[in-house]
């Protein structure tokens, strides 16, 4: 009879264990009470009532990813590829979540596989390898729009990998390179051209400062050359000058000696001689100074006196 009342306590100990619930962080649990549905769980400590009710299901309310497997698609231009996707979602209503679908992660796959298709399909090849943002953008408003029965929210979706056939890798490749050899003609072109723009102005301005040394130095030269003409002139100016001081000098002591007429004409005959200079072949003589022609001797004596 005691081990009787011991099993009885023992039992009743477990049923009441089992009636004790802590629900943890980020996790909700939906309880039923005789198969339907009686109530949602939060965080913290619960107590449900033995055998009437139970746990039906535990939601992670985390946001979840799931990595979809790649998915055959053919794009406007009939070019059939591969795209996976990734798709980051999270639980906002366990009721809905748990009472909507039967398999909501199947359900989330196959609802990305079609919509995906429906998104490419309207697109060209070119269109879908460079409309990756695009494409996230309207898969992420037709998915969150579709599962909000579920009591699902899709955060975000991402194209993981666009897979085109091998004929087209291999076809953009050779476009590649091709684009690649391109511009690396036009930037060698480009080089070459500004080279001989830049020798080119090299030369003009070396050009120009030729032409502008040959100009000051003809500048100088004429300075130089004026100068040296001016310099002659004021010495030969110099030199007449004094000669003609000299003359003057010369005719002031012959009359301040007392010479008469005929040697001041003699004096002039000797300029004349002087003028000159042995270089002359004919001498215009003035009718004034004509007369002293008989006057040789006294020329002679005066040459003799020099």
Not at 99 to 121: D, K
Not at 168 to 183: L, S, V
Not at 257 to 269: N, Y
Request: charged share 30%; aromatic share 4%.
């Amino acid at each position: 009879m005691q081990i009787l009342i011991l099993v009885v306590l023992v039992v009743v100990l477990i049923l009441l264990a089992s009636c004790v619930k802590i629900v943890p962080q980020a996790y909700a649990y939906v309880v039923e009470r005789l198969g339907a549905y009686q109530g949602t769980w939060s965080v913290g400590l619960h107590f449900k009532v033995p055998i009437i009710d139970k746990v039906a299901k535990k939601i992670n309310l985390k946001e979840q990813v799931v990595d979809f497997a790649p998915q055959p698609v053919i794009t406007k231009d009939n070019v059939t590829m591969r795209i996976d996707t990734v798709v980051f979602f999270q639980i906002t209503d366990p009721k809905m979540f748990a009472y909507g679908v039967e398999n909501p992660i199947m359900a989330i796959e196959n609802l990305t596989a079609t919509t995906l298709r429906n998104i490419i399909g309207d697109l060209e090849l070119d269109q879908t390898l460079t409309s990756r943002e695009t494409i996230n953008t309207k898969m992420r408003a037709s998915l969150d729009e579709a599962t909000d029965p579920w009591g699902i929210k899709v955060n975000r979706v991402e194209l993981k990998n666009i897979i085109p056939p091998a004929e087209i890798q291999n076809a953009m490749e050779r476009q590649m390179k091709a684009e690649r050899e391109r511009r690396e003609a036009v930037t060698r072109a480009e080089g070459e051209k500004k080279a001989s723009v830049t020798v080119a102005e090299g030369k003009k301005q070396s050009a120009i400062l030729e032409a502008e040394a040959e100009k000051q130095s003809a500048i100088l030269r004429a300075e130089a050359q004026k100068e040296k003409m001016i310099r002659e002139a004021e010495g030969e100016a110099e030199a007449i000058l004094k000669v003609q001081q000299a003359t003057a000098d010369g005719i002031r002591m012959i009359r301040e000696a007392g010479a008469d007429e005929s040697v001041l004409r003699i004096k002039s005959l000797e300029a004349f001689e002087k003028a000159a200079d042995g270089r002359a072949t004919k001498i215009i003589i003035p009718s004034e100074i004509q007369g002293i022609a008989g006057l040789a001797a006294s020329l002679k004596e005066l040459v003799s006196d020099k």
